[in-house]
């Protein structure tokens, strides 16, 4: 059961960090300003829930 929940919340951090990060980047790509802050409020935050959820799926799943 551990490991099923693991699989579920690895692939629900891929799927919302990876959104979160391409909708950064996009915003970066075509905002026109030179500031940080596409990055630092969607791809710092997109990559924490991506890490989150692998270590999820790492320590529930057994270390697969």
Known sequence: MAARLGHVLGWGGNV?????????????LTDNSVTMTPFLHF??????????????????AGGK
Not at 19 to 26: N, R, V
Not at 43 to 48: C, D, R, S, T, Y
């Open 43 to 60: 791809v710092v935050p997109g990559a924490a829930i991506f890490l989150t959820g692998q270590v999820c799926r790492y320590v529930l």
């Open 16 to 28: 919302v960090g990876g959104l979160l990060m391409l909708g950064g980047a996009i915003l970066g």
